[in-house]
């Protein structure tokens, strides 16, 4: 079976590329943004609430709010996919060393944001979306589920679906079995339309190395970087990228640009 979808809008975040517009200029003739932010600044949070997100929560929704904008979509009425490696590593490993040493001392925010669907969470309130929200995680086959998941949803009825995909930096031990590095994000919304990129997917057998080009380049060591052969495609109008699915499995992703 080959699953289908329309690309309507992009949204990307990675170090010293803090959008999709940034990313395409990088990707085409080399240019960088001067000064680039070292976090993202989501606007659908209160100013109190940006500041005191997580950094992957900032990253997740930040580019969230640039697909849904860039695709002329209420954020509300998009039923949404979040996907991520293994959510917060950091408060994960806060959570881990305060519970062996002081139990009772464990931050209630540190473990409200400890959980997978924080970002999904923090989404759908910020939105005011009461439609589903998945999130998913699937090692580094993360992306490419997420993908068929969203894809899926759009064949089973949906008239647009919001992929959401990222990670932030590992730290303490467990930074030694799963190691993150940096901030990274990337949004797409998907529709059954024809106003933009057409996306075929088809699963196969094979395996897929280490990402390679210009966006690969800025975020070499983030969880999430076996998204990025695809936003590299994207931005530099190529008809075909492969992703990892899973153990010997691939998936191949057939172009039409728009």
């Not at 540190?110 to 699937?138: E, R």
């Not at 031990?173 to 940096?182: I, M, N, T």
């Not at 190529?238 to 640009?257: N, W």
Request: hydrophobic residues 45%; contains cysteine; glycine residues 8%.
């Amino acid at each position: 079976m080959t699953l289908t979808a329309t690309i309507e809008g992009i949204g990307f975040w990675a170090p010293g590329v803090p959008s999709w517009e940034a990313a395409l200029a990088l990707v085409r003739d080399g240019t960088r943004v001067d000064n680039a932010p070292s976090r993202p600044s989501p606007q659908l949070l209160p100013p109190n609430e940006r500041r005191r997100a997580p950094d992957s929560v900032a990253v997740a929704l930040d580019v969230a709010l640039a697909a849904s904008t860039a695709a002329a979509r209420d954020p509300k009425t998009l039923p949404s996919v979040f996907a991520s490696m293994h959510g917060d590593l950091a408060i994960t490993d806060y959570m881990c060393a305060t519970l062996a040493s002081q139990p009772d001392a464990v931050s209630p925010i540190k473990f409200h944001n400890s959980v997978h669907n924080a970002a999904a969470g923090y989404w759908t309130i910020g939105a005011g979306a009461m439609v589903p929200a998945t999130s998913l995680s699937a090692y580094d086959a993360t992306f490419a589920q997420a993908l068929i998941e969203a894809c899926v949803q759009l064949a089973t009825g949906a008239e647009a679906v919001l992929l959401v995909a990222f990670d932030a930096a590992s730290t303490g031990p467990l930074a030694k079995v799963q190691p993150s590095a940096g901030l990274l994000g990337g949004a797409l919304v998907l529709s059954r339309g024809d106003r933009g990129p057409r996306l075929s997917l088809s699963l196969g057998d094979g395996t897929v190395g280490e990402p390679a080009g210009a966006l690969a380049s800025c975020a070499p060591h983030n969880a999430m970087r076996p998204m990025l052969p695809l936003f590299d495609a994207l931005a530099a109008g190529k008809p075909h990228c492969t992703l990892r699915a899973g153990p010997g499995r691939v998936l191949d992703v057939e172009i039409l640009h728009g």
